[in-house]
């Protein structure tokens, strides 16, 4: 998937998990919609998803909050998407 890379892929017998890291250089405020490259700060965001062959799968994702680009902005931190 285009903005993502899969870092590693975990098994046991009833839980399977994969940890993703976001890779575009840029993301887009949603309250402005100006495009920033400036990163705050990193967090993990765990997803669950579907089970898949009767196994829990979870998503670990690696996210990152950016500066917004707009002075004038509502917002000065946001989460990519």
Known sequence: MPGL???AVTTNDQRLYLTMTATQPTAICPVCAAVSARI???????????PWAGA???????VRR???ANPTGQRTIFAER
């Open 5 to 7: 890379r899969l870092d």
């Open 56 to 62: 829990v799968v979870q998503v670990h994702m690696r």
């Open 40 to 50: 705050h700060s990193r967090y993990q965001r765990t997803v669950a998803d579907v």
């Open 66 to 68: 950016f500066f917004c």
